[in-house]
C-alpha cells in the first residue's frame, strides 16, 4: 500500500470501499443496544450503507444536496453521513438537544433536503418547523417507537429507505454507486458543521474531504493510532470533535468506534470497552474525580488510608514514571503495588484501563485535576483547536505535558502571534468558509490563507509550547503596554477550591487588580475544622483568617505569573472578597455561569475605585434580588489587601514573541 | 398529548365488567352497589375523592379483595373466589399506590421477577449453566431488555431499586407490571408525588404502552389534568357509589362530581 495510492483515497466513501475490502472482517462499529453490544465489520458496514444511499438517490437526494443529521451517536447516523457523501451530498449534523426554534435556523439556512433523525422527538420538533422547511422533503428517523401513525410518505424508517435501496440496486441501477463515488474529489465540501454560536447565529462551517482526511491522517500518525484502537462517541455529532474522531479518524485509520447504549450509561459502557483513545472536556474529568473523593469518604478506615498513601505516592513519582524520567527503585516498586492495589482498579472503574491517549480540550483543566490523572498512568494531554481547523491546531507530544499550555502547532500547522495577541493558524485542515456568508468568512480569513482563531495566547519562552490565555476581544492592555488576560488570571484563581468567582480588572489601568469569590462548601467546611464561628457568608467573607488564605492563593498566583514571560507584568496588586456571592439572578453572571466582568465593575464602581485609589476599606450597598423576586439591600465593608509583586523571571518577558 | 379516541373504543368489546359490586370491611361500607365496564383497548380511569373506594375497587378486580355481593366477568367468564395470582395468571398485572418493590435487588432483577410466571423450567434444569433453562432466561430476559430500552431506563439497570429516585421507581415498578405482558394494565395513581416532567414522562409511557402493545389501562388518578388527557372514559365514585361514567369532557360538566370534589354535604 504505496503512499500514492492511499492519497488516491480522498474521500470518506471511497476509504469506505478500501476498509471493506482490506479491513473487512475488523470491527468498525459497535452499539449498545438491550443490554447487548452489537458489532458491525467493515464489510457489514458497507452492505447498510450502500442500499441506504441508493435509497436516499431514489428519494431524489442528488449532488450538493444537504443531509441533515439530527440525534445521539448512533450507528445508522454515522453511516448516513458516508451515504449522503457517497451521492456527493453534504451531510450537515445538528445539535439534537436544540430547541425547534434554533433547529429551523440552521435547517432553513443549510437548505436541507432530507432529515435522518434518531428518533419521534426530533421527528415531532422537525414537523413542528415544517412549515419554515419547504425544501425539507422526507424525514428518515432510526426508531420506530411511537412513529407508525405518521404519514409514511414523508416520514420513513431507515430500513424502509434501505428497502428502497435494495429493490433499487436489483434492478440494476446499483452500478451507478460506485461511480457516483468515484466521482467524488478531494476538493469538494465533506460537511458542513454549524458552530454553536455563543454570539449571534451559528454559523456553517465547509470543510473538505482534503481538509478533514488530512488533519485526521496527521493527527493519526501525531499519537500513532492504529486500526486497533477503540474509542467511544458520546459527543454531539454536530460538534466537529466528535466528527473528526469518531468518524474522519475512524475512517482514515480503521478503528472501532463505540455507541453507548444511552448518554446516561457512557461510564459504564466506556468500562466495558476499555477505550484505548478518549476525549473530554475537562468537566468530564472533574466530575469522575469529585465521584471518587465523595466514594472514597464513604469507604472503610483502612480503604480510605491505603487509597489516601497510594495517591499520594502517584502524586509524588507517578508523572515521573510516565514521563520516563529517572525514579529510585523503591518509588517504582511501591509505584507497581499501588498499581495492583489502587491505580488499577481506579482505571478500571473509569473504562481507562487500556487507555493509550486522552486529550482534553475545550477550556482550561485544573492542574490537579490533570496531574491526579497523570499521576495514575492516564496519557491525559491538551489539545488546542476549532472548527474551522478541522480541530487539529497543536497538541502536546508525548513525554512534553504541562497542565497549563495547549501543546505545539500539530503536524503541518503553523502557527503565529499577531501584535495584539491573537492567535493565527495556517494548515491543510483550515475551512473552506462559512455557508453563504462570504463576508463574515472575509473577517477571520487572510488572503494567504491564515485564520483568525479570535483566541489571545502566546508561546512560553520555557517550553515553546502555546498557551492561551482568553478571548483575544477581551484581552487588554495595562497603561505600561503589559498584556492582561482577564480571564488567564480568573482561571489561575479558580483552581483553588476556596475561591468560587474571580473577576480581574486592570484594562487602561496602573495595575491589575481583583474582586473574589469564597466558595461556601468549601470554604465553610474549612471554618468547621478549625473552628472558625460565622454567622452569614457576608461575615465569612470577611473574616481575617479567610483573608489570609486567599492572600496566599493570589500570592501563588502571582508567583506563577511571574514565571511566565508576558505575563509577568500583570500580577496582581490588590485584591478583595466580595461580601454578596455573585448571582445570575441580579445579573452578575451569565446563565452558563460565567461572570459578566464589564457589568460587575460597573456595579460595584465603589469598590473598584478603592481598589485603585489606595484604600484599606470602602462602604457599600447593593440591591439583590432574592430567589423569589424580592429586592433587599446588602450592606457591608469591605476590606481591601495590598499584594507583594515577585520579580519576572527572565527578560524574555517583555516581548511576548512568537516561533 | 392526544385526542381521545373514544368513538372507536366505545363499539369495542368489553374486556371486563363489574356488575353490582358491593363490598364492606364490618361496618363500613366500601363499595355500594358499583357497575361499570372496561373495554379491549381503552384507558378508563376511575376517579373521586378521598376515601372514594377506588383502590378497593381495583383490589376486586384483581381478587385482592372479595366482594360480599356481584360479580366481575373477565373475558366473558363470570369469576368467583378470585385470587390475586390466579388473576395474574389471566394477565391481569397491577401497581401500586406506595412502590412495591424488592429494593434491595436491582432493577433488572425487579423487571425479571415480572416475568416468573412465564417461567416454567424445573428446579434440576435451574441449577445448571446450560440447557432449557438457561436458554428460557436468555428469552426472557431478552424481553426484559426491550421493556427496560422502552422504558429508558438502562441507566440503572444494574442500580438497586432502593437508591433509585421516587420518580424512577414509579417506573421500574410499571417496568415489572409490564413485564408480566398484561392484557390489563392496572395502575394506582401512577403520577402520586411526581414532579411535572416526571408526570409528562410518564404518561407518554402510558400512552405508548396502550398504543404499542395495545394494553388495556385502567387507572387510578387524582391529576385531572393527567385523566382529561389519558384517559378515553372515566367512571367518578364517592363514597363508594359511582356517580358518574362517561367521557372525560362530559364527566368535567357533570354537575353531582364537581359537588363531589367540591364536598358539598351529602
Not at chain 1, 495514575?376 to 487539529?392: D, F, H, M, P, R
Not at chain 1, 501543546?407 to 493558524?425: C, R, Y
Not at chain 1, 483568617?545 to 500580577?571: F, I, K
Amino acid at each position: 500500500m504505496g503512499a500514492d495510492k492511499t492519497s488516491l483515497v480522498d474521500t470518506f466513501p471511497k476509504l469506505l470501499l478500501v476498509n471493506a475490502g482490506r479491513r473487512a472482517n475488523r470491527p468498525a462499529i459497535r452499539e449498545k443496544e438491550f443490554g447487548i453490544w452489537h458489532t458491525w465489520t467493515w464489510s457489514q458496514v458497507l452492505d447498510e450503507i450502500r442500499p441506504f444511499s441508493i435509497g436516499l438517490a431514489e428519494l431524489g437526494v442528488q449532488r450538493d444536496d444537504k443531509v441533515a443529521i439530527i440525534g445521539s451517536n448512533k450507528p445508522r447516523l454515522y453511516w448516513t453521513m458516508c451515504a449522503a457523501q457517497a451521492l456527493g451530498a453534504i451531510p450537515v449534523p445538528v445539535y439534537q438537544d436544540s430547541v425547534a426554534d434554533e433547529m429551523a435556523y440552521v435547517l432553513e439556512h443549510a437548505g436541507a433536503r432530507v432529515a435522518v433523525v434518531e428518533n419521534q422527538e426530533q421527528v415531532d420538533k422537525l414537523l413542528s418547523i415544517s412549515e419554515r422547511l419547504p425544501s425539507l422533503s422526507y424525514i428518515i428517523y432510526d426508531e420506530e417507537r411511537g412513529l407508525r401513525d405518521y404519514d409514511a410518505a414523508r416520514v420513513k424508517s431507515f430500513a424502509s429507505v434501505q428497502e428502497l435501496g435494495r429493490a433499487a440496486s436489483a434492478k440494476l441501477k446499483g452500478q451507478n454507486w460506485e461511480k457516483e463515488i468515484a466521482r467524488g474529489k478531494g476538493s469538494d465540501i465533506a460537511v458542513i458543521l454549524y458552530t454553536s454560536g455563543t454570539t449571534g447565529k451559528p454559523k456553517g462551517v465547509m470543510l473538505t474531504y482534503e481538509s478533514t482526511i488530512v488533519s485526521s491522517r496527521n493527527a493519526n500518525v501525531f499519537d500513532g493510532l492504529t486500526e486497533k484502537e477503540e474509542v467511544i462517541a458520546y459527543l454531539p455529532m454536530a460538534w466537529v470533535g466528535d466528527h473528526i474522531f469518531s468518524y474522519a479518524q475512524s475512517y482514515v485509520a480503521g478503528f472501532c468506534v463505540n455507541c453507548p447504549e444511552s448518554p446516561e450509561t457512557v461510564v459504564e459502557d466506556r468500562r466495558e470497552i476499555g477505550t484505548t483513545y478518549a476525549f473530554a472536556p475537562p468537566r468530564i474529568y472533574e466530575n469522575l474525580l469529585t465521584l471518587t473523593m465523595v466514594r472514597m469518604e464513604d469507604a472503610s478506615a483502612f480503604k480510605r488510608r491505603m487509597f489516601h498513601y497510594f495517591i499520594n505516592h502517584a502524586r509524588k513519582w507517578g508523572e515521573k514514571i510516565l514521563n520516563r524520567e529517572s525514579v529510585p527503585l523503591h518509588a517504582r516498586l511501591i509505584y507497581s503495588l499501588g498499581e495492583i492495589i489502587v491505580y488499577g482498579p481506579l482505571k478500571n472503574r473509569y473504562g481507562l484501563s487500556r487507555i493509550r491517549v486522552a486529550y482534553t480540550a475545550g477550556e482550561a483543566i485544573g492542574p490537579e485535576i490533570f496531574r491526579f490523572y497523570r499521576s495514575l498512568g492516564i496519557n491525559l494531554k491538551q489539545l488546542y483547536g476549532q472548527t474551522e481547523a478541522s480541530v487539529y491546531i497543536t497538541a502536546q507530544p508525548d513525554g512534553e505535558i504541562y497542565a497549563d499550555t495547549v501543546g505545539k502547532p500539530n503536524i503541518e500547522v503553523e502557527v503565529k502571534v499577531a501584535d495584539n495577541g491573537e492567535v493565527l493558524f495556517r494548515s491543510p485542515g483550515v475551512f473552506v468558509g462559512y455557508y453563504k456568508e462570504p463576508e463574515k468568512t472575509a473577517e477571520v480569513k487572510t488572503a494567504d490563507g491564515w485564520v483568525r482563531t479570535g483566541d489571545a495566547g502566546f508561546f512560553d519562552p520555557k517550553t515553546g509550547h502555546l498557551k492561551i490565555i482568553d478571548r483575544a476581544k477581551d484581552v487588554g492592555r495595562l497603561k505600561d503596554g503589559t498584556l492582561f488576560a482577564p480571564k488567564y488570571i480568573e482561571n489561575k484563581l479558580k483552581f483553588y477550591p476556596n475561591i468560587k468567582e474571580a473577576v480581574a480588572l486592570g484594562d487602561k489601568s496602573d495595575f491589575v487588580t481583583v474582586m473574589l469569590n469564597i466558595d461556601l462548601v468549601a470554604v465553610g467546611s474549612w471554618a468547621e475544622r478549625n473552628n472558625v464561628v460565622y454567622g452569614s457568608y457576608q461575615e465569612l467573607a470577611a473574616h481575617p483568617q479567610v483573608y489570609e488564605m486567599l492572600t496566599a492563593h493570589v500570592d501563588e498566583v502571582n508567583r506563577s505569573l511571574a514565571q511566565e514571560g508576558p505575563m509577568a507584568g500583570a500580577q496582581i496588586k490588590r485584591f478583595l472578597i466580595l461580601h454578596k456571592e455573585l448571582d445570575a439572578d441580579d445579573g452578575e453572571l451569565t446563565r452558563t455561569q460565567k461572570v459578566r466582568r464589564g457589568f460587575i465593575a460597573e456595579r460595584y464602581a465603589p469598590l473598584a475605585e478603592g481598589l485603585y485609589s489606595g484604600a484599606k476599606e470602602v462602604d457599600l450597598s447593593i440591591e439583590v434580588t432574592f430567589e423569589d423576586g424580592r429586592k433587599g439591600n446588602i450592606t457591608g465593608r469591605v476590606k481591601i489587601r495590598d499584594m507583594q509583586r515577585h520579580p519576572a523571571a527572565d527578560s524574555a518577558a517583555t516581548i511576548g514573541k512568537a516561533a | 398529548m392526544r385526542a381521545p379516541s373514544g368513538a372507536n373504543v366505545a363499539a369495542g368489546e368489553v374486556l371486563l365488567a363489574a356488575q353490582n359490586i358491593s363490598l364492606a370491611f364490618g361496618g363500613v361500607k366500601a363499595l355500594t352497589d358499583v357497575s361499570f365496564d372496561i373495554r379491549k383497548g381503552e384507558i378508563r380511569a376511575i376517579i373521586g375523592p378521598n376515601g372514594a373506594g377506588k383502590t378497593s375497587m381495583l383490589n376486586v378486580i384483581n381478587g385482592f379483595y372479595h366482594p360480599q355481593k356481584g360479580t366481575i366477568t373477565y373475558k366473558g367468564a363470570p369469576r368467583d373466589n378470585m385470587r390475586p395470582y390466579r388473576a395474574a395468571e389471566l394477565g391481569i398485572a397491577r401497581t401500586f399506590q406506595n412502590v412495591a418493590l424488592f429494593r434491595g435487588m436491582s432493577t433488572l432483577d425487579n423487571v425479571m421477577a415480572g416475568r416468573t410466571l412465564q417461567m416454567n423450567k424445573s428446579f434440576f434444569w435451574q441449577c445448571l449453566r446450560f440447557g432449557p433453562a438457561m436458554q428460557e432466561e436468555v428469552e426472557h430476559r431478552r424481553r426484559v431488555e426491550q421493556i427496560i430500552d422502552f422504558l429508558e431506563i438502562p441507566h440503572i439497570r444494574r442500580v438497586p431499586v432502593g437508591r433509585l429516585p421516587y420518580g424512577l421507581q414509579k417506573r421500574v415498578e410499571l417496568g415489572r407490571a409490564l413485564a408480566m405482558e398484561p392484557e390489563l394494565l392496572l395502575l394506582d395513581e401512577p403520577m402520586a408525588g411526581m414532579n411535572l416532567e416526571e408526570k409528562e414522562d410518564m404518561c407518554r409511557f402510558i400512552i405508548d404502552v396502550n398504543n404499542q402493545f395495545g394494553t388495556t389501562i385502567a387507572l387510578i388518578e387524582h391529576d385531572m389534568g393527567v385523566v382529561m388527557d389519558l384517559s378515553d372514559r372515566v367512571v367518578v365514585l364517592d363514597y363508594g357509589r359511582k356517580i358518574a361514567d362517561a367521557t372525560p369532557n362530559e364527566v368535567k360538566q357533570d354537575k353531582t362530581v364537581i359537588d363531589a370534589y367540591l364536598g358539598l354535604p351529602h
